[in-house]
């Protein structure tokens, strides 16, 4: 299918799938927390999904490419991503499965039932209001920092989207990890499960995975850690794996 690309844009191949997303890497693109989060979600086939905060898509993209998925949204409030992850969808020829909705996730509730999905997933914003370093691009600012949103508002969303014992997944940063489990409590979504992602053995972890239950009972199982790059400095098996790369590439 013919699309039309605008300035600074190109088609990119999803790793580990045929499917292709359009991106612009001098304004907005997909990075590797959108991959790590993609591939920590599991659920049930025909499952219904919504990803908070899409950017370009990548996250209902990838999920389709994995999962019989009955129907997933994409809400992103940012009219030139989300035209963009639209473009995607139809490049892709998926618009019966996948609808981008541009909008701010805050006004969810007015659109959807309480409880209607079974699947929520989120690669939020990082930076508490103007914490750390804010890009000028607008862009950047507000899918990087608590501009639009804050992690309470995507908490409070989730949850009422969820159905009960529905999952939530999240992708975060580990240092906001304690204000993360406080906010998901207090909105009945609780840790089942997390991973921490480290940069090599030997180094802190600079991102966590984790998912949550709808009104779930108290057990919290830790995953083994992720490493990104091994000794050698080259990616992990795993990480090749993640990617749709085979691991004999690393010798090559």
Not at 44 to 55: A, F, P, R, V, Y
Not at 140 to 156: G, M, P, Q, T, W
Not at 162 to 176: I, N, Q, T
Not at 200 to 206: D, F, Q, V, Y
Request: net charge positive; glycine share 8%.
């Amino acid at each position: 299918m013919n699309i039309e690309l605008k300035k600074g844009e190109k088609i990119d191949i999803i790793p580990g799938s045929a499917f292709k997303i359009i991106q612009n890497r001098g304004r907005f693109s997909y990075g590797t927390d959108a991959i790590l989060l993609s591939s920590f979600v599991k659920f049930k086939k025909n499952s219904k999904i919504i990803d908070l905060g899409t950017g370009t898509g990548i996250i209902p993209l990838f999920l389709c490419s994995r999962y019989e998925i009955n129907k997933a949204y994409g809400i992103e409030i940012q009219e030139e991503v989300a035209e963009m992850a639209k473009r995607s969808v139809k490049l892709n020829g998926l618009e019966e499965k996948i609808e981008i909705l541009n909008m701010d996730l805050k006004d969810l509730p007015n659109t959807f039932k309480h409880g209607e999905f079974h699947v929520v997933t989120s690669n939020p914003p990082y930076m508490v209001g103007g914490g750390g370093l804010v890009n000028t691009d607008d862009n950047f600012k507000i899918s990087r920092h608590e501009i639009a949103c804050n992690l309470e508002d995507v908490v409070r969303v989730a949850s009422y989207l969820l159905r009960e014992g529905g999952k939530f997944f999240l992708v975060h940063r580990p240092s906001r990890l304690v204000d993360i489990i406080w906010i998901l409590r207090k909105y009945r979504l609780e840790p089942k499960s997390i991973r921490f992602v480290h940069p090599k053995i030997g180094k802190a972890p600079n991102i966590l995975l984790l998912m949550s239950m709808k009104g779930g009972k108290q057990e919290l199982k830790f995953q083994d850690p992720l490493y990104v790059y091994g000794e050698d400095g080259k990616y992990t098996d795993e990480i090749y794996k993640l990617y749709g790369m085979d691991v004999k590439e690393k010798d090559e």
